[in-house]
């Protein structure tokens, strides 16, 4: 391997190394946030399970709905309550896990590479020796080059995996807007009276939503954390796509969907589709300019040797 090539490899290496760093910060950024938003859906579900819990001791409260005959209504209330929020807390959980195997991950690449900032010293100390001996401003120009050789190819490496990150979230979130479209529309023939056949036709529909909505924010916190190594802002929001889950419940909570919250689950996730693909349509553009930016760097580069 020739001086130009060791210098460009060492600095594609030392870039790599860097943007494991930014993603490392990001991740953990991600873990602490919704680790507390985990803590806090965990007390809220604590809550519930004790307001479920009171019910069934004897007391005035129980008491009075025995009187009033609603305490069967009252306990089911209270147990889609707590069932609502204990399927909170789970997603979170499951968040926070998955983030903290990336953190890891990521710590253990970092750990792996602990040589690196070594192999690029000791490439620029070759290639300024070089300069050194060889005079004039051409070596200079070479190894200011040759840097940002290393630097665009990198970026261009970040932008292609920001790009396969969205297309994924977008597959995902279009699967989701399907489902949710058989929902709606057996919704509509379960209001005009289609029956426990029709009822039980829409209930698998949004449960199809619900398991695929999930895949989708496990791609979306992906592609939001691919954004942050090619972009200085946070631009997909995942709290929003978890709002639309909200409703996606299981057993007998489905009783409680209408037709409006399908509905408005389909416009969010409509939205949030939208979002993707204009992040997406950036990505190409910044993409297609770095691909060109490189193409120029290696004619400059040819002048600079044919001069020197």
């Given at each position: 391997?020739?001086i ?8 594609r ?5 860097d ?9 953990d ?5 919704e ?17 479920l819990?009171r ?34 807390y ?61 630097r ?9 995996e ?16 399907k489902?949710?479209?058989?929902a709606g529309n057996?919704g ?12 039980a ?9 619900r398991?695929?909505?999930q895949n ?57 589709v ?18 060109k ?5 290696g004619?400059?580069r ?7």
């Amino acid at each position: 391997m020739d001086i130009h090539e060791r210098m460009r490899e060492a600095a594609r290496k030392q870039e790599e190394q860097d943007r494991l760093r930014r993603r490392l910060e990001s991740t953990d950024a991600l873990l602490g946030a919704e680790s507390q938003r985990r803590d806090e859906l965990k007390k809220h579900m604590q809550e519930e399970h004790r307001d479920l819990e009171r019910l069934d001791r004897i007391g005035l409260v129980n008491l009075w709905h025995s009187i009033r005959g609603s305490k069967e209504e009252a306990k089911e209330r209270e147990m889609q309550e707590y069932m609502a929020a204990k399927l909170n807390y789970d997603k979170a959980e499951a968040s926070v896990q998955a983030l903290a195997r990336d953190s890891h991950r990521l710590r253990q690449e970092l750990a792996d590479g602990a040589d690196i900032a070594d192999e690029y010293r000791q490439a620029l100390r070759a290639k300024e020796e070089f300069i050194l001996r060889s005079g004039g401003s051409a070596g200079a120009n070479i190894f200011a080059l040759d840097e940002e050789h290393g630097r665009l190819k990198t970026k261009i490496q970040e932008l292609q995996e920001a790009i396969d990150a969205g297309d994924a979230a977008h597959q995902a979130l279009l699967q989701v807007e399907k489902n949710l479209n058989s929902a709606g529309n057996w919704g509509i023939l379960d209001i005009l009276g289609g029956g426990l056949l029709v009822t039980a036709v829409k209930h698998s529909s949004v449960h199809e939503a619900r398991r695929e909505l999930q895949n989708a924010q496990d791609l979306l916190r992906c592609f939001q954390r691919e954004l942050l190594d090619v972009k200085t802002v946070d631009a997909i929001d995942i709290g929003s796509l978890s709002t639309a889950a909200d409703f996606l419940l299981d057993g007998f909570i489905f009783d409680l969907i209408v037709q409006s919250q399908i509905n408005s689950a389909r416009e969010r996730i409509r939205q949030t589709v939208d979002k993707v693909d204009t992040e997406r349509g950036g990505l190409q553009h910044m993409l297609e300019q770095t691909r060109k930016q490189l193409q120029e760097l290696g004619l400059e580069r040819n002048r600079v040797i044919e001069k020197g």
